[in-house]
């Protein structure tokens, strides 16, 4: 495969994928409609379902805007794969931003009209008991000790082939798979990756203790059957959570290997197809799961019908909730309570761990 195909074939599927996360997801949670939760017995009106279709429509719109704009960029370039990518994805996503505003004022207007109301299921109570049960994950923290493993493989066998490392390292690829950036064989070069496994995987354990230490927010009418579902939605998620995050380290392993001692002029842009394309299935099966489960509103946020919390429909801010981490509006997985500090820092780690990682590379390898 030449590598203008091999680019091809990358930029339609991660298109596709932004896509589905742009005009998809939204439309999965059944109850919310354009970030405005929507009452059991309203979800089925024809002006909810206008909205939905609008949403659609001007987003598709905003694809074909993009796809336009790619086309007239990859022509007027010369084939230039970063201007291609930025004229595809960035016009497609401040078109599907303008429709998310569009059309949730257009669904806050009905909601005015119709005067639609938090659920009741929406005010939960604390669990009521001796001795209080607590949520728990069914994955102990020492399981990551299997990701620190992996971790460890990977920087033993850039040991033992260290001879076999081209210099300069390649730093960087295009979409296609092919070196566009390199540079001088040192240490912080090579074990660029391993320092990006290590900060990943002390994230993931620092999400997996916080989960067991969320606040349970319990059905007052049946506090011990609604905490048995709280706790198998919590173990769906932590599962989730730790054979994704695993499946990043062996991968980061993987292309850390095709780029040094195991080197051959280009990564093969299919294995990355692959790595999504299992992200992108694993979510779905996992989507599938709750609402086969009957779990897809079990955990979901106390205050998810109380669109004051939700700024844009999207982010939860909320100065009373102490908690720092709480439930999502559609009951998978947590977000964070932009309303406290640590949740800031928290969101800091995370955008800062490339930063962090190349920042060790150099520190390292001078």
Not at 40 to 48: F, S
Not at 110 to 115: C, F, M, N, Q, T
Not at 142 to 157: P, S
Request: proline share 5%; with cysteine; glycine share 10%.
């Amino acid at each position: 495969m030449n590598p203008t195909t091999a680019f091809l074939l990358v930029a339609a599927f991660l298109d596709l994928l932004w896509l589905l996360s742009l005009i998809g997801l939204p439309l999965l949670a059944s109850g919310m409609l354009i970030g405005v939760y929507v009452p059991q017995e309203e979800r089925r009106l024809a002006q909810v379902s206008a909205i939905r279709r609008r949403y659609v429509g001007l987003s598709l719109g905003g694809a074909l805007l993009g796809t336009l704009l790619a086309f007239a960029g990859w022509r007027l370039s010369g084939g230039s794969q970063g201007w291609t990518l930025a004229l595809l994805l960035v016009p497609q996503a401040l078109c599907a931003a303008a429709a998310w505003k569009i059309c949730r004022s257009r669904a806050l207007a009905l909601k005015s009209e119709r005067g639609w109301k938090a659920p009741s299921s929406s005010k939960r109570a604390a669990y009521i008991g001796s001795p209080r049960p607590s949520a728990r994950s069914g994955i102990p923290a020492w399981a990551y000790l299997l990701h620190a493993a992996a971790i460890a493989l990977c920087a033993v066998l850039l040991a033992v082939n260290w001879d076999r490392i081209p210099d300069p390292v390649p730093m960087h690829f295009d979409a296609s798979g092919t070196p566009d950036r390199y540079a001088p064989k040192t240490v912080g070069s090579v074990y660029m990756l391993t320092i990006v496994q290590t900060l990943l995987t002390a994230l993931f354990v620092g999400i997996h203790l916080s989960l067991g230490r969320t606040r349970q927010n319990l059905d007052p009418t049946d506090p011990e059957g609604s905490l048995r579902k709280r706790n198998k939605l919590l173990r769906s998620n932590a599962w989730l959570m730790y054979l994704l995050s695993l499946v990043v380290v062996i991968m980061l392993g993987w292309g850390q290997a095709r780029s040094t001692y195991g080197f051959e002029g280009r990564l093969p842009a299919a294995y990355g197809i692959v790595f999504l394309t299992f992200i992108v299935l694993a979510l779905l099966f996992f989507i599938v799961y709750l609402r086969r489960a009957g779990l897809e509103e079990t955990g979901a946020n106390r205050h998810r019908g109380e669109d004051r919390y939700w700024r844009g429909g999207l982010f939860y801010y909320n100065p009373e909730d102490p908690s720092f981490m709480s439930e999502k509006r559609f009951g998978m997985g947590w977000t964070l309570n932009f309303a406290r500090p640590l949740s800031w820092a928290a969101l800091a780690a995370g955008l800062l761990i490339p930063i962090a990682a190349i920042a060790a590379a150099v520190i390292f390898g001078s």
